[in-house]
C-alpha cells in the first residue's frame, strides 16, 4: 500500500474514478429493473411522445450506456491503480466531454 500515490490529486482522480464506475453501474442496473418492470407502461408512453422523446424512455439502451460508461471507468481506474503500483507517473488523466476519461502518455527519451 506504500506504492499508492503521495499526491492529493492522484488519489483524488482514482477515488473520483471508482464513484464515476459505482454510480454508472447503479444507475444503469435501476434503468434495467425499470424496464423489466415497466415495460408495457414504456412502450406505451413511447408511442405516445414518439421521435425524439421517446429516446429517453428506452431504458434498455440507456442501461448500455450507463454499464460502458461504468465499465471504461473502472478499466481507467485500474489502469491508473497498476501505473501507480509499478511506480510509473508519465502520465495525466484528460477529461473528455460526458465526464469521459482517457490517459495521456508524456512523451520520453526512450520513445
Not at 453501474?25 to 425499470?34: K, P, R, S, V
Not at 406505451?44 to 429517453?56: E, I, M, N
Request: aromatic residues 14%; hydrophobic residues 45%; glycine residues 6%.
Amino acid at each position: 500500500m506504500n506504492k499508492l500515490p503521495n499526491s492529493n490529486t492522484r488519489k483524488r482522480d482514482m477515488y473520483q474514478l471508482l464513484i464515476k464506475a459505482f454510480v454508472a453501474a447503479l444507475i444503469g442496473f435501476l434503468a434495467w429493473n425499470l424496464d423489466n418492470m415497466c415495460c408495457q407502461s414504456l412502450r406505451s408512453a413511447r408511442k405516445t411522445y414518439g421521435a425524439p422523446l421517446d429516446v429517453f424512455l428506452q431504458m434498455h439502451g440507456w442501461w448500455h450506456v450507463f454499464t460502458a460508461y461504468g465499465s471504461h471507468s473502472l478499466a481507467m481506474f485500474l489502469t491508473v491503480l497498476r501505473m501507480e503500483l509499478l511506480g510509473t507517473h508519465e502520465y495525466k488523466l484528460e477529461y473528455m466531454p460526458f465526464g469521459l476519461v482517457f490517459l495521456k502518455f508524456k512523451k520520453s527519451k526512450n520513445m
